[in-house]
């Protein structure tokens, strides 16, 4: 895989022009209720305070993910490490075969979408709800997610419309009620037959091994709760060190994501059930996964992207990521944290296009609940790439030229009449600078004369 | 006192008469204004593509030019960010040139900016009564400068109604080597902030780049509202007040 975001972008913008509109709608709808929920709390102590307790977890990473398995087996929870997807969809099918799992229902998750789960239980010939309404309207469509917190945004009611009077039969002009209505009806079906739920993981406490899930549907709730064996994957990065964290977390990670103050439901999951406790799955197993993690981490120049709590606030204020939806970045993450998760987690090879995906116009660090500088990672990214030869060889060219007349003043001004004196120089559009600046864009004159001609001749 | 012009390589080639228009302004206000001829370009579209090599020769270059200046000011938010926010990542900490960017960054300001928190100026004149202004918040200002208030407070005290425009602080696509890199996207990015344009006499930005690339799609799309950089737009509110 190589990602060609321009290509992808392109296509994105020519073939489907709803998709622009409808994601910039659904951002901005989501960055205004950003904007009044982190209006009512000194937002810049709560992100000062959430990136301190990240920074803490990600230096101590090791003790605490010891911990938290010790805290997990100690409550009657299995934990389960893989370092790549490969072995966590092989968790996974294991687990499935062991307990003659025949249906699965899905709660959203973003790493299950990282590692390919739903695909590969499906090749075992497994059935796979998704249960959160925006994921179950794109496995509807065989798509993979546009937004991490709503995953089907780029979509226009008229399209889901159309797409449930074909899949499930409702009228053609349905309301959104009598739609979610119809899909819930599929869904309860599914939540009483399945023999396994799976879900992701928002945080993980490892003080207490307690597992936290943040959602507005209900349907993590009943995918964790009624299935015979709950499984959920769990990024190494998401844990929080102490119980007395998760409060802040919870609340903050709503008020970024959706400008609530918390989630409407909040699901804390620490054994499963029996004894005292009537409700529960049999069997909870937690799969820590890595797929990249410890490089990232490693790594100095780019360790912070691994504060992130996947809110998606960087994509609803990103003006790059609103003409094009998730899509154009070719990963399941897309927007800003994409742009840099992704070379970090699949390597700069194949995403060398990405941190290039970006005017570095910083809205997206101004909204980070955990303070992630990802204009200066990008900017780190872009550094890499060009240094190891994954940019044009063409603007590399380009590069060292200009570099060398500004360099020098008088190859500069000689340069600068060329511009003047040359009849239609900026309208030769063999440049491919010109070329592409006058794609879309008309009209780009020089002054008649430069600035330092008129400072020359004196200014009054 | 005494101001060093850096007038960016932009200005110099597509603004000429803004740049004059700085130097008047800068004039009016008792400020003696000199031009270093061996300026350049600041390095900017290099570092923000990845060449931070060439980059680097550039900001060593500029750090000669101005080597001494008293002040530096640039009719330019962009340009100005990369003097003060990013030219000491290009250089080993510690190192004489990282000392010397370091004092370059503390010397240097964009216009308004100075006009402002400089020279303590909060009133040019009244020369812009009965205008309607947009004002197009360049990014690398606003974000990475601060600057918020400095460009608002001398317009409205000119006598000017700033138009409410939701998409005042968006970014307007340009970005530099984004415009020509992914022109697409670029000029989606600036068709939100024209679909969104209120009423006007003008639109003023403190961003050359910026007002090239919105005038461009302008043109392109059959806009007929009039782009101003902000020098002008701030001399004329002294010279007419």
Known sequence: ????????????????????????????????????????????????????????????????????????????????????????????????????????????????????????????????????????????????PSHIVG????????????????????????????????????????????????????????????????????????????????????????????????????????????????????????????????????????????????????????????????????????PVYRQTGGHAYGWVYGGPIGAVLAPGLLGLDSTSALPFASSLCGACYDVCPVKIPIPRLLLTWRRRAASRGLTPGSEAAMMKGYAAVMRHPLLYRTAARAMRKIPGALDNRVIPVIRNWKSLRSGLEASPKSFRELWKEGID | MRVSLFITCLADQFFANAGADAVRLLRSLNVDVDFPPDQTCCGQPAFNAGYWDEARSMARHTLEVFKGAQYIVLPSGSCAAMI???????????????????????????????????????????????????????????????????????????????????AAEECCGFGGVFSVKLPEVSAAMADRKLDTLPPADFLTSADGGCLLHLSGRMKNRGFELPVRPLASVLWEARREG
């Not at chain 1, 009044?36 to 301190?52: F, N, S």
């Not at chain 1, 599914?190 to 307690?210: P, R, W, Y």
């Open chain 1, 1 to 144: 895989m190589r990602v060609n975001y321009h290509e992808l972008a392109r296509k994105i913008l020519r073939e489907t022009p709803s998709v622009r509109e409808s994601v910039t709608r659904a951002t901005l709808h989501f960055d205004s209720n950003r904007r009044k929920a982190y209006a009512e709390i000194d937002t810049e102590a709560w992100r000062a305070w959430a990136k301190g307790v990240k920074e803490h977890l990600l230096t101590h990473l090791d003790e605490y993910l010891e911990q938290a398995e010790e805290r997990l087996r100690a409550n009657g929870v299995q934990v389960h490490w893989a370092l790549t997807a490969e072995q966590a969809r092989g968790i996974v099918g294991d687990l499935a075969s062991q307990y003659g799992v025949r249906s699965v229902v899905k709660a959203k998750s973003m790493l299950s979408e990282e590692t390919g789960i739903t695909p590969f239980l499906e090749s075992l010939g497994i059935d796979v709800f998704e249960t959160d309404l925006g994921e179950y309207i794109i496995q509807l469509l065989r798509e993979p």
């Open chain 1, 151 to 318: 995953p089907a945004i780029h979509r226009h009611l008229d399209e889901i419309r159309a797409l449930f009077h074909d899949k499930l039969g409702t009228p053609s002009d349905a309301d959104p009620d009598s739609l979610a209505k119809a899909a819930r009806t599929v869904l309860r079906k599914a939540f009483l037959q399945a023999d396994m739920g799976i879900s992701g993981g928002n945080f993980l406490v490892a003080e207490t091994g307690t597992l936290a899930l943040i959602e507005n549907e209900g349907n993590i709730r009943i995918s964790t709760s009624i299935p015979r064996v709950h499984v959920a994957l769990v990024g190494i990065e998401k844990l929080l060190p102490r119980w007395a964290d998760l409060a802040g977390f919870l609340q903050l990670t709503a008020r970024a994501a959706t400008g609530q103050r918390i989630g409407t439901y909040v699901s804390l999951i620490q054994k499963p059930g029996g004894g005292q406790e009537p409700d529960g799955p049999e069997a909870v197993h937690v799969i820590f996964v890595d797929n990249g993690r410890s490089m990232v981490l490693s790594d100095p120049e780019v360790w912070e992207t691994l504060r992130c709590v996947r809110c998606g606030a960087c994509l609803n204020v990103c």
């Open chain 2, 84 to 166: 003060r926010t990013f030219y000491a990542r290009l250089f080993e900490s510690g190192s004489a040139a990282r000392r010397q960017a370091e004092v370059m960054a503390a010397r240097t300001f964009e216009l308004a900016e100075f006009v402002v928190k400089v020279l303590d100026v909060d009133e040019l004149g009244r020369g812009l009564e009965g205008k309607t202004v947009i004002y197009h918040h360049g990014c690398h200002a606003l974000r990475e400068l601060n600057i918020r208030e400095e460009p608002v407070r001398l317009l409205r005290n000119s006598g000017a109604k700033l138009a409410d425009w939701e």
